[in-house]
């Protein structure tokens, strides 16, 4: 099987699905002549059109909104904030319209919209364009959250993103665009809302998605060295939350570790600790950890700005405190 | 037309009851055989059942009171039927709410209760900290979380630990038990209703009534082989029991025999007209005599089917009245428990109460050689204000003839 970036993987599923329906659209600050800030639509508009491939204003609002307009009136626009500080400038557009306009109007109408949105900090583009603000958007119901780990899952998400009548944030993290996975040849489909065991253990159960999957299966590796085997646990989409493999795992492990690199207080972490014990009081061995971004605005300063963000160390530092 | 509910006198020695539920609340519809309202005796709690249908105007008396036999205590009319309480029971009279059948409020602990968030499911005493996991492991493993080591932070007890504990079990588990008395704790819980009457009514027999006994060994081979015959004949669902034999017997002797048919009521001796026999049963927490009204008039078969039938609805918590109440004898019986013999205590008004042991093989004489005997030790207790001992052992004499020739019960 053929190793591909993410960047790679998130490409083909657009131009797939491009290739596939025709009412697949792109709106965008840059996504067409320039081929997007991170050059996931290089190519895109010489080929697709400017109809399809379209450049917007610098107005965030603009873009949610004329994109719900177009899902309204039977297209599936793929919108794309070029990073998620941004959606906070089309929150409205977002929480009030695309999240709610399905049930406010009793069902006469669904929103099948993707908003692409690029989160993460540790590239020295200060605290406002740094943040990982993933559980503000999976708060709201109405809306789907989805943010793959790995090539594979990205590209596969991507494509059930785009065939979901539902609206969908589609959260991508800047510094996994480098990294490599397997992706196969052949069309294939992951599901939205379903957990996966992305390495088997025994000992504890790492829970994690995006960006601090990986970051988890490298703490994985190096426990493994001394002789700790970790399950890891990809939560890859946040609303629907799949609690399935995280309490499978956390059943044989009886301890577990929450990853994410968002902040701790009423984070991802939190809202799956609770959900294991309340759903697997009866297995729990230790009190469970979370790992997490300190809980400040992240510095400029690199160095500052690394101490910040939760790191392989932090893991296999909470990893040892659950054991 | 409106219709007074008055409380029933449901035994006997009845004079008061107590009302502890309303079942049916004012303004319902009540239809014929509705319960309409709970009734405590110093026998049971029994259900008062609608003669008539209407919808319930009014309580009379609040739950909790006591009420004497007679008193009016609901009127059931016509739906909008207007009714004028006063001229239809005049004046009711001032009632005392007795503080028993409040619902039992706890009383304070011998030791201190379980919070609600500890279910009893672990006995985890104060001090130990052990993971939700270890604890439900250790309950499955029937472990006491006292006798393991905790190496977790701070001591706590944790899976491994556990684990530890389940490979080690056979010999840990014994020495466990023997280190810690102090996990075991007693408990403290309210008296149930049953409880509480059953105390109350044998304390006062056994402090008022002077008891005598009188013990004879009967030959109950004729029985058990009369019985056997009988059974062959009849459907499974009628055979008798032998304490339908026993029931019998004793009725028909009452009968011939009545000084033990009677009470003491102050300075008299009241003669009962009727032989009403009455059988202890063991239910949930406590017993219940069920009695056989007319028991000298009636067959055996109607005896056996009438007992079968009041003990099912006794065990079942679904007593009625009729069941309970009136008895002039009781028979106790334990056969079935293999105890040699027994001595019951004597249950007021009644004269006297029969305890019937097991049949038993044993080494018996006849004709001056050992056989193998089938023998029933039958004990009489009974009340020396009412009989004396040289009474009670002919009575008891003429028990046993009847029983060792037991074909006069199934013709008389």
Redesign the interface.
């Given at each position: 099987m053929a190793l591909k970036t993410m960047r790679e993987a998130i490409s083909e599923a657009l131009w797939e699905e491009m290739e596939r329906d025709e009412r697949v659209i792109i709106m965008g600050e840059e996504v067409g002549v320039w081929g997007g800030t991170y050059a996931v639509t290089k190519g895109f508009h010489d080929h697709f059109g400017p109809e399809r491939v379209c450049d917007t204003p610098i107005a965030e609002g603009v873009i949610v909104g004329a994109a719900n307009g177009a899902a309204l009136a039977g297209l599936r626009p793929v919108a794309e904030m070029m990073t998620i500080n941004f959606a906070f400038l089309a929150m409205d557009q977002i929480v009030n319209h695309s999240a709610k306009l399905h049930t406010m109007f009793g069902g006469q109408m669904t929103v099948p919209i993707v908003i692409r949105a690029v989160g993460g900090g540790g590239r020295q583009l200060g605290a406002t364009h740094s943040q990982t603000p993933d559980v503000a958007f999976a708060h709201f119901p109405g809306l789907k959250v989805v943010s793959p780990g790995t090539p594979h899952d990205a590209k596969g998400l991507l494509k059930s993103a785009i065939r979901s009548i539902d609206p969908v944030m589609f959260i991508e993290n800047a510094t996994l665009y480098q990294v490599r996975g397997e992706v196969p040849e052949e069309e294939y489909l992951e599901p939205i809302g379903v957990s996966k065991i992305q390495r088997a253990g025994s000992d504890v159960t790492l829970i994690s998605y995006s960006k601090m999957l990986q970051t988890s299966l490298q703490a994985a590796e190096s426990l493994a060295g001394e002789g700790i085997e970790a399950e890891v646990v990809d939560l890859r989409t946040l609303r629907p939350l799949d609690m399935g493999a995280v309490v499978d795992s956390f059943k044989r492990t009886?301890r577990a570790v929450i990853v994410e690199e968002g902040w701790r207080s009423y984070g991802v972490g939190a809202e799956v600790a609770a959900r294991l014990y309340e759903e697997a009081?009866?297995?729990?061995?230790?009190p469970i950890r979370r790992v997490a971004q300190r809980e400040v605005p992240l510095p400029y300063n690199r160095e500052l700005e690394q101490q910040m963000l939760p790191n392989m160390y932090d893991v296999i530092e909470a990893v040892k405190g659950v054991l | 037309m409106a219709t007074v509910i008055r409380m029933p006198k449901l035994g006997f020695d009845m004079a008061e009851g107590t009302l502890v539920r309303w079942v049916i609340g004012e303004g319902q519809e009540v239809a014929k055989g509705d319960v309409i309202a709970e009734i405590e005796t110093d026998k049971a709690t029994v259900e008062v059942d609608s003669q008539e249908e209407g919808i319930l105007h009014k309580h009379l008396v609040q739950k909790g009171s006591v009420v004497p036999i007679a008193t009016p205590i609901a009127i059931i009319g016509e739906a909008g039927e207007e009714i004028d309480v006063d001229t239809l029971v005049g004046e009711l009279p001032e009632l005392e709410v007795a503080p028993a059948v409040e619902a039992a409020k706890p009383e304070p602990a011998l030791v201190a209760p379980a919070k609600p968030s500890d279910k009893p499911e672990v006995q985890v005493p104060e001090g130990i900290v052990a993971?939700?996991?270890?604890?439900?492991l250790a309950k499955e493993h029937d472990l006491d979380l006292t006798s393991i080591r905790g190496s977790?932070?701070d001591g706590?007890i944790?899976?491994r630990d556990v684990e530890a504990a389940v490979a080690a079990a056979p010999s840990t588990v014994p020495a466990a038990a023997f280190v810690t008395p102090e996990a075991r704790q007693a408990t403290r819980e309210p008296l149930s209703k049953l409880r509480a009457i059953i105390g109350r009514r044998m304390t006062q027999a056994k402090q008022q009534v002077p008891h005598f006994y009188v013990t004879i060994d009967i030959d109950a081979a004729p029985l058990m082989e009369l019985r056997k015959q009988f059974n062959a004949l009849i459907p499974e669902e009628e055979k008798l029991s032998i304490n339908d034999f026993i029931v019998k017997a004793a009725a028909l002797n009452l009968q011939r025999f009545p000084s033990l048919n009677a009470s003491v009521d102050g300075e008299h001796l009241v003669r009962h007209a009727q032989v009403n026999v009455g059988v202890a049963v063991a239910v949930e927490d406590g017993l219940l005599t069920i009695v056989v009204h007319d028991a000298d008039l009636k067959p055996l078969r109607q005896i056996g089917s009438e007992a079968r039938g009041m003990i099912e609805r006794a065990r079942a918590g679904r007593v009625r009245p009729e069941d309970i109440e009136g008895s002039t004898f009781t028979v106790s019986n334990m056969g079935m428990f293999d105890v040699d013999h027994f001595i019951a205590i004597v249950n007021p008004p009644e004269a006297a109460v029969m305890a019937i042991g097991s049949v038993q093989q044993v080494p018996a004489v006849e004709g001056g050689k050992i056989v193998i005997g089938q023998r029933m030790k039958v004990t009489l207790s009974a009340d020396h204000r009412v009989t004396d001992g040289a009474e009670a052992a002919r009575w008891l004499q003429e028990f046993a003839r009847l029983l060792e020739q037991p074909l006069q019960l199934a013709i008389s």
């Amino acid at each position: 099987m053929a190793l591909k970036t993410m960047r790679e993987a998130i490409s083909e599923a657009l131009w797939e699905e491009m290739e596939r329906d025709e009412r697949v659209i792109i709106m965008g600050e840059e996504v067409g002549v320039w081929g997007g800030t991170y050059a996931v639509t290089k190519g895109f508009h010489d080929h697709f059109g400017p109809e399809r491939v379209c450049d917007t204003p610098i107005a965030e609002g603009v873009i949610v909104g004329a994109a719900n307009g177009a899902a309204l009136a039977g297209l599936r626009p793929v919108a794309e904030m070029m990073t998620i500080n941004f959606a906070f400038l089309a929150m409205d557009q977002i929480v009030n319209h695309s999240a709610k306009l399905h049930t406010m109007f009793g069902g006469q109408m669904t929103v099948p919209i993707v908003i692409r949105a690029v989160g993460g900090g540790g590239r020295q583009l200060g605290a406002t364009h740094s943040q990982t603000p993933d559980v503000a958007f999976a708060h709201f119901p109405g809306l789907k959250v989805v943010s793959p780990g790995t090539p594979h899952d990205a590209k596969g998400l991507l494509k059930s993103a785009i065939r979901s009548i539902d609206p969908v944030m589609f959260i991508e993290n800047a510094t996994l665009y480098q990294v490599r996975g397997e992706v196969p040849e052949e069309e294939y489909l992951e599901p939205i809302g379903v957990s996966k065991i992305q390495r088997a253990g025994s000992d504890v159960t790492l829970i994690s998605y995006s960006k601090m999957l990986q970051t988890s299966l490298q703490a994985a590796e190096s426990l493994a060295g001394e002789g700790i085997e970790a399950e890891v646990v990809d939560l890859r989409t946040l609303r629907p939350l799949d609690m399935g493999a995280v309490v499978d795992s956390f059943k044989r492990t009886n301890r577990a570790v929450i990853v994410e690199e968002g902040w701790r207080s009423y984070g991802v972490g939190a809202e799956v600790a609770a959900r294991l014990y309340e759903e697997a009081f009866d297995y729990v061995d230790a009190p469970i950890r979370r790992v997490a971004q300190r809980e400040v605005p992240l510095p400029y300063n690199r160095e500052l700005e690394q101490q910040m963000l939760p790191n392989m160390y932090d893991v296999i530092e909470a990893v040892k405190g659950v054991l | 037309m409106a219709t007074v509910i008055r409380m029933p006198k449901l035994g006997f020695d009845m004079a008061e009851g107590t009302l502890v539920r309303w079942v049916i609340g004012e303004g319902q519809e009540v239809a014929k055989g509705d319960v309409i309202a709970e009734i405590e005796t110093d026998k049971a709690t029994v259900e008062v059942d609608s003669q008539e249908e209407g919808i319930l105007h009014k309580h009379l008396v609040q739950k909790g009171s006591v009420v004497p036999i007679a008193t009016p205590i609901a009127i059931i009319g016509e739906a909008g039927e207007e009714i004028d309480v006063d001229t239809l029971v005049g004046e009711l009279p001032e009632l005392e709410v007795a503080p028993a059948v409040e619902a039992a409020k706890p009383e304070p602990a011998l030791v201190a209760p379980a919070k609600p968030s500890d279910k009893p499911e672990v006995q985890v005493p104060e001090g130990i900290v052990a993971s939700p996991v270890a604890r439900r492991l250790a309950k499955e493993h029937d472990l006491d979380l006292t006798s393991i080591r905790g190496s977790g932070p701070d001591g706590r007890i944790v899976k491994r630990d556990v684990e530890a504990a389940v490979a080690a079990a056979p010999s840990t588990v014994p020495a466990a038990a023997f280190v810690t008395p102090e996990a075991r704790q007693a408990t403290r819980e309210p008296l149930s209703k049953l409880r509480a009457i059953i105390g109350r009514r044998m304390t006062q027999a056994k402090q008022q009534v002077p008891h005598f006994y009188v013990t004879i060994d009967i030959d109950a081979a004729p029985l058990m082989e009369l019985r056997k015959q009988f059974n062959a004949l009849i459907p499974e669902e009628e055979k008798l029991s032998i304490n339908d034999f026993i029931v019998k017997a004793a009725a028909l002797n009452l009968q011939r025999f009545p000084s033990l048919n009677a009470s003491v009521d102050g300075e008299h001796l009241v003669r009962h007209a009727q032989v009403n026999v009455g059988v202890a049963v063991a239910v949930e927490d406590g017993l219940l005599t069920i009695v056989v009204h007319d028991a000298d008039l009636k067959p055996l078969r109607q005896i056996g089917s009438e007992a079968r039938g009041m003990i099912e609805r006794a065990r079942a918590g679904r007593v009625r009245p009729e069941d309970i109440e009136g008895s002039t004898f009781t028979v106790s019986n334990m056969g079935m428990f293999d105890v040699d013999h027994f001595i019951a205590i004597v249950n007021p008004p009644e004269a006297a109460v029969m305890a019937i042991g097991s049949v038993q093989q044993v080494p018996a004489v006849e004709g001056g050689k050992i056989v193998i005997g089938q023998r029933m030790k039958v004990t009489l207790s009974a009340d020396h204000r009412v009989t004396d001992g040289a009474e009670a052992a002919r009575w008891l004499q003429e028990f046993a003839r009847l029983l060792e020739q037991p074909l006069q019960l199934a013709i008389s």
